[in-house]
């Protein structure tokens, strides 16, 4: 009798194991949500796809100093009244072990002015805050690094490391497909 029981609660701790889903898997905006943030509620937003060819990826990995995973690459751009309010672009990368997403805006001569984290499933505790990536807009692509004028997080390096490589690609693309060709 006594198996039996033991039988039935070693089941029921696999089976529970099996169902349970970690509670700090967090989504904190969909896509419409954030383009909202980005641009506001009444403004236009169109995709800019960007097809890269070869020489334009290695210039994109020179300047950013991160691989791109591929020659797509997508911004949205708002508007208002035909006017140019900004670029965004929404990146996933792997932390740790789990993915996160940012929204990345820069205003319309590039200067990143907005970073907002859109879903983190890695533990809370390793998630930048609002205040750290305030430290990030402005900075020129060349100054955003843990070895020029950016403060790291103790605890936090591989969140921290993974958005700041997030916002040196997004950076480079914007100056290599719009900049350098106005």
Same mark, same amino acid.
């Given at each position: ?16 194991? %099996? ?6 898997? +967090?989504?904190?905006?969909? +896509? ?19 097809? %890269? +060819? ?114 040196? +690609? ?13």
């Amino acid at each position: 009798m006594n198996f039996f029981k033991s039988y039935r609660l070693f089941f029921s701790l696999i089976l529970s194991l %099996l169902v349970a889903t970690p509670a700090y898997a +967090k989504v904190y905006y969909s +896509k419409q949500e954030a383009m909202e943030l980005a641009f506001g509620m009444e403004t236009q937003v169109e995709n800019l796809s960007l097809f %890269l +060819k070869d020489d334009e990826v290695q210039r994109i990995q020179q300047l950013a100093r991160v691989k791109l995973d591929s020659s797509l690459f997508t911004f949205y751009v708002g508007k208002n009244a035909g006017k140019i309010l900004g670029y965004a672009a929404i990146e996933s990368h792997k932390v740790r072990t789990k993915p996160e997403t940012l929204l990345i805006v820069l205003n319309p001569q590039g200067e990143l002015i907005q970073v907002q984290t859109l879903a983190f499933h890695e533990p809370p505790e390793y998630q930048p805050t609002a205040r750290w990536y305030a430290q990030l807009f402005n900075l020129p692509l060349d100054e955003l690094s843990f070895r020029a004028k950016v403060q790291g997080i103790s605890g936090a390096t591989l969140s921290s490391r993974a958005a700041i490589d997030s916002v040196r +690609k997004v950076l480079a693309v914007y100056q290599v497909t719009i900049a350098e060709k106005q």
